[in-house]
């Protein structure tokens, strides 16, 4: 079954250093999300993606993050200048269509640690 | 905005006993989805509700969505360890909005 992969599993990080958080989508899905999940609390929603625009976007997705899609493949996630705060899971997640009838296909996520 | 809220947020019980869920919304919701996250895993989906009153089962596990499409809930029977996780309920609109979910601990 297609799955959506995510590189690195895990990700160490200075307070203040970029980092790029990397998803290859299900590769004929359409609508690209990420969220993000601190530890033990409930999985928040970032950014939608389609058309090679951002959708829609969070609260939380303020001027720090930015998405990307390079190249047919992937998508990506970056997040400048990080705060301790910014720890946490984050996962990408895709799906065939958006709307009411699609479910979302999520990542094994990227666990970002900021020290 | 959409508000989900989840009821409980974790739930203890033995092995063998049913467990259940409830979801419910501020406002009518479209449809809904449940997904499971097992412990250091990623959301899963399980199923989606979009009819009022509509009922759907997957082995021992059944969904329900009010008749006013306000509320939902996951009932488990005869719960196995194999249950144990995290179940969200979801407002599926153009993004899906989580609630803080119901972590399920299984006692042997």
């Known amino acids: 079954e297609p799955e959506v992969t995510q590189t690195p599993s895990h990700q160490v990080t200075q307070m203040g250093q970029e980092v790029i958080l990397r998803c290859v989508p299900i590769?004929?899905?359409?609508?690209f999300y990420w969220y993000r999940q601190i530890l033990g609390q409930k999985v928040e929603f970032l950014v939608s993606f389609y058309n090679n625009e951002i959708s829609e976007k969070s609260e939380i997705f303020d001027d720090q993050f930015s998405v990307e899609r390079p190249d047919g493949s992937n998508f990506t996630l970056k997040i400048r200048s990080t705060k301790l705060e910014d720890s946490a899971m984050y996962f990408c997640?895709?799906?065939?269509?958006?709307?009411?009838?699609?479910?979302?296909?999520f990542g094994n996520g990227t666990r970002l640690t900021v020290t | 905005g959409q508000q989900v809220m989840q009821i409980p947020q974790y739930q203890h019980v033995q092995e063998g006993e049913d467990f259940t869920t409830y979801c419910n919304s501020s406002t009518t919701l479209s449809n809904i989805q449940w997904y499971k996250q097992r412990p250091g895993g990623h959301p899963v989906f399980l199923i989606q509700?979009?009819?009022?009153?509509e009922v759907k089962k997957q082995k021992r596990l059944t969904f329900q969505f009010g008749e006013a499409k306000k509320n939902s809930s996951l009932h488990i029977t005869a719960t196995q360890t194999t249950d144990v996780g995290t179940y969200f309920c979801a407002d599926r609109d153009d993004k899906i909005i989580f609630g803080k979910g119901t972590r399920l601990h299984i006692l042997p």
């Open positions: 590769s004929n899905h359409l609508y």
């Open positions: 997640a895709s799906s065939s269509q958006t709307g009411r009838n699609s479910p979302l296909h």
């Open positions: 509700l979009v009819k009022s009153g």
